[in-house]
C-alpha cells in the first residue's frame, strides 16, 4: 500500500474559531526568533511562553498562531507524543482566559521530498533576486506534491526548502479525525 500524506494546516472557513497572535513572553516582550518554531528542527527550551488571543472565538484544537505556528489543545498534544514521539517537541504556551492546557507544537523533522516536476509549480531564489543567502531555495510552492519514497519513518514533517509546508502522515490524519480535532484542515500532497 502506498502511504499518503496531508498538508495540515488551520481551517478558518465558519469556524469561528480564534486567532492567536505572536509568541510573547511573561514580560510581554515577543520572541525574538519566531520563526525557530517552524523550521523542521528543535529548539532551544524559551521557557514559558504566553500566546495573546488577537480575536476572540472559539478555542481549536488545531491553531496556526503569528507566524504560522503551530498550536495544540493536549489532547492533540498526547497525540502527536503517541504517533510520533521522535518528530516533535511539545511547548507548554499559556493562553489568556484559557484554563485548558496547550503547546507550541514544534516539528523536528526536516525532510528534503518536495517534488518539482510533480508540484503544480515551483520558483527558486536567483541571483538576480539580490537575496544572496536565499539563492537556490525555494521562493514558492504552489500545488505542492512530495515524493513518498523519501520520507521514510516520519510521521510529521517540514519540507526542506519550504518550512511553511506542515506534512502529516494518513495515520496522524486519520487520528485527528476520529478524535474530532477542531481547527484542523487536510490537504493530500
Not at 528543535?42 to 481549536?60: E, N, S, T, Y
Not at 544572496?132 to 506534491?145: A, M, N, T, W
Amino acid at each position: 500500500m502506498d502511504s499518503k500524506y496531508f498538508k495540515l494546516s488551520q481551517d478558518v472557513d465558519g469556524s469561528g474559531g480564534w486567532d492567536l497572535g505572536n509568541p510573547t513572553d511573561p514580560q510581554g516582550r515577543e520572541v525574538d526568533n519566531p520563526w525557530m518554531f517552524r523550521e523542521g528542527m528543535p529548539v532551544a527550551d524559551p521557557g514559558r511562553l504566553i500566546l495573546p488571543v488577537g480575536r476572540p472565538g472559539r478555542a481549536l484544537d488545531f491553531t496556526l498562531a503569528g507566524f504560522s505556528i503551530p498550536v495544540v489543545h493536549a489532547r492533540v498534544a498526547s497525540l502527536f507524543r503517541e504517533l510520533a514521539p521522535r518528530d516533535v517537541q511539545l511547548l507548554p504556551v499559556d493562553i489568556p482566559g484559557q484554563p485548558d492546557p496547550f503547546c507550541i507544537l514544534v516539528v523536528t523533522r526536516l525532510i528534503q521530498c518536495i517534488d518539482d516536476q510533480a508540484s503544480e509549480e515551483v520558483e527558486y531564489w536567483m541571483p538576480e533576486d539580490g537575496r544572496p543567502e536565499k539563492v537556490g531555495q525555494y521562493r514558492d510552492v504552489s500545488g505542492l506534491c512530495i515524493d513518498p519514497s523519501k520520507v521514510g519513518d516520519a510521521q510529521v514533517f517540514r519540507t526542506w526548502g519550504w518550512t511553511i509546508a506542515l506534512i502529516i502522515s494518513e495515520e496522524l490524519k486519520e487520528a485527528l479525525e476520529r478524535m474530532g480535532a477542531t481547527g484542523a484542515k487536510f490537504k493530500v500532497v
